[in-house]
């Protein structure tokens, strides 16, 4: 049980940072940027 | 992104809390926390990647607020890289040796495992989202450059996980047989399925979306581009889990089949390069057939059977040949360095507990030996690769078939059944060592020189694996008082043999004063374990005592090369050799220039 949710909480805190650093690199290859995924 | 970046802020500190939770201290909670952050590099690397986040959820406040354009995001682009390539300072990548190319590796897919991942749900909201009348025309050229970059993207996710894998795991059976492999089996699975979605985007549905006919077609693209996230999600979770479990190549391996494929250990049986090479020619055919399937260039589906057929074929005609017996313990790492005070320890553990069956010198022709059925293994032949360490630690525990061999489980602690092991290794390559002569045979490093440890007679403490990569080591055993006239002459020779990148270790075979006034080290401590060993080397084509009668000769020099290896030998019994110095300095000079063709022969136990 806490191994799930420790496995959980790690894996959500990467996937934040990935999902960041990701959309930030669409916002740079969309030709026209949408303001929506600054939020 | 704002909100995904308060959020990983706020993550972090649940990441803190199980860090702290995890300390086993009698210690409060805020002082183990305290303690974790200031005092370990898990704090460090905690406190950096932070103060990174709140970096970039700040640049991207400044951006919501600043005028409009994709430029004001760029700080918190290169904040959020940052953030992920300083992620592996505090994994499993900073415990290597020298740590920098593997946390630069791992930098590198974790960074491009952000932009091609991290990307996919933008990507999804951004073209999936596309209703309006024009604007596919746009989606159709973010989504063209994405798919472009992807490529490179994955083949540096493939290419640093690769080296990744092959660091932390080391040797294939880890994969099978820890936590640690079945784990990255599974990743590389996901990542299989992730690829075949890929595959569809770029091949099938991107043509689509750029033709005239492309109704729906984005909506379709959204949502196979956000499958292929929640397949890849899963993926990033099982990393995660990686990332926590102890790498394969720390694990110990415990082997679940009864057999294991190995090459190497089967290469010079007959037959098994035929059927090895057979194998492979039917597994290239298969590999031409499935391709050409793949190309649209022949049916299919007959050509898949034919395919799966031919592979079949090829497993069944090379893996027998290639099959060894296996057990539990054949990957198992010797827990007792391969050193002198390890082989003499063996040495008197094999006169008590094997003597009986084995023989004194090891031929299998013990007293006991006569009553039984199957003949004891000659135990002076050469140990070839088809018997592993872990194979022989095996026997020794469990024993071999009733009537035999007995287990020694009961008699012997893991560490002594090692100690035999060391023993045994040396015993057999001492056997194949009479072939070492004073002259080096250049670019054949073959017989490792066993490590030991000693104390000089003026208290200087070493081993010889000091040496190295530094010098060529003359190892001069000598009774005390036989030899002091070479020594004399090695006492001259000295500063010349050092400049040419040698060194002079001295070793007295028996218990007399050891020689002193001289200017290279003499073993005071350590030498009788390190003579005993050694004296296993002595064996010649002229003279190999195959009964031990006089097993310790009063003479012996070995030329130990600069990366372990015992590599040339005088006995002053069996001619003038080294008496002549200026050949002693040409052996030296040889193995000076000599690179590495080995790798040291600790790690290299068969």
């Known amino acids: 049980m806490i191994e799930g949710l420790g496995l959980l909480v790690r894996g959500l805190h990467t996937a934040c940072a990935l999902l960041v650093f990701g959309s930030l690199i669409v916002l740079h290859l969309a030709p026209q940027a949408d303001p929506r995924l600054l939020r | 992104m704002l ?171 880890a994969l099978l047989a820890t936590d640690y492999g079945h784990l990255l089996l599974l990743k590389v699975l996901l990542l299989l399925g992730v690829l075949v979605m890929a595959a569809k985007l770029r091949w099938r549905l991107l043509p689509a979306l750029t033709s005239e006919y492309n109704d729906g077609v984005t ?32 694990d110990a391996i415990e082997w679940w089949a009864p057999f294991r494929f190995s090459i190497d250990a089967t290469w010079d049986l007959e037959s098994t390069a035929l ?84 023989g004194r010198s090891g031929h299998g022709d013990g007293p006991q030996a006569k009553g039984l059925a199957l003949p004891p293994a000659d135990l002076t032949e050469p140990h070839t690769a088809l018997h592993t360490a872990g194979d022989i630690f095996w026997w020794l525990t469990h024993g071999k078939p009733p009537g035999v061999m007995p287990g020694l489980e009961d008699r012997l602690s893991e560490d002594d059944r090692w100690d035999l092991i060391n023993f045994l290794r040396t015993l ?78 001295a070793v007295p075979v028996d218990d007399g004063a050891p020689p002193s006034g001289l200017p290279f080290p003499v073993v005071a401590e350590g030498a009788t374990e390190t003579a005993r060993t050694y004296a296993l080397l002595r064996r010649t084509l002229s003279n190999l005592d195959a009964r031990d009668q006089q097993p310790m000769p009063e003479h012996m020099e070995l030329l130990v090369d600069r990366f372990g290896y015992v590599r040339a030998r005088w006995l002053p019994a069996e001619g003038e050799g080294w008496r002549d110095l200026e050949s002693l300095l040409q052996q030296i000079a040889l193995l000076v220039r000599e690179p590495e063709i080995l790798p040291p022969p600790d790690d290299h136990v068969h």
């Open chain 2, 428 to 505: 057999s390559s001492g056997y194949q060592a009479r072939v070492i002569a004073e002259r080096v045979v250049p670019g054949r490093p073959w017989l490792p020189a066993v490590d030991f440890s000693y104390v000089t007679a003026d208290g200087r403490a070493g081993t010889l694996k000091d040496f190295r990569e530094s010098s060529v080591v003359l190892l001069v055993f000598l009774r005390a008082g036989v030899a002091q006239p070479r020594l004399t002459h090695l006492a001259d020779l000295y500063p010349r043999l050092r400049s040419a990148g040698g060194e002079i270790l």
């Open chain 2, 219 to 250: 909506k379709d693209i959204g949502r196979w581009v956000f499958a292929e996230f929640l397949v890849a999600g899963v993926l990033v979770l099982v990393a995660t889990q990686l990332g926590q479990t102890v790498p394969a190549r720390h």
């Open chain 2, 3 to 173: 909100l995904l970046s308060v959020g990983g802020l706020i993550l972090g500190f649940g990441v803190l809390g199980l860090q702290v939770f995890a300390v086993e201290s009698a210690a409060p909670w805020h002082t183990v926390a305290r303690r974790l952050l200031l005092e370990s590099r898990f704090g460090a690397v905690w406190m950096a990647r932070e103060a990174l986040t709140l970096g970039v959820c700040l640049a991207l406040v400044v951006a919501l607020l600043g005028p409009a354009g994709t430029v004001a995001t760029v700080p918190a682009m290169l904040l959020s890289g940052v953030a992920l390539a300083a992620a592996p300072l505090s994994g499993h990548s900073a415990a290597e040796e020298p740590a920098w190319p593997m946390l630069t590796v791992h930098g590198v897919h974790l960074v491009a495992a952000g932009a091609w991942w991290g990307a996919l749900p933008a990507l999804a909201t951004f073209v999936g989202g596309t209703r309006v009348q024009g604007a596919t025309a746009v989606a159709a050229e973010l989504f063209q450059r994405f798919s472009s970059a992807a490529i490179g993207l994955m083949a540096a996710i493939v290419g640093s996980g690769l080296l990744l894998g092959v660091t932390h795991v080391e040797r294939w059976p």
């Open chain 2, 275 to 358: 059927r090895a090479w057979s194998g492979a020619a039917l597994a290239l055919l298969a590999a031409a057939l499935a391709g050409l399937a793949a190309l649209g260039r022949v049916r299919r589906r007959r050509a898949l059977a034919g395919a799966t057929a031919l592979l079949a074929s090829a497993a069944a005609v090379a893996l027998p040949a290639i099959t060894v017996q296996a057990f539990p313990d054949t990957y198992r790492k010797p827990s007792v360095p391969y050193q002198t005070i390890s082989v003499a320890a063996g040495a008197d553990l094999f006169a008590v507990h094997c003597n009986g069956c084995h």
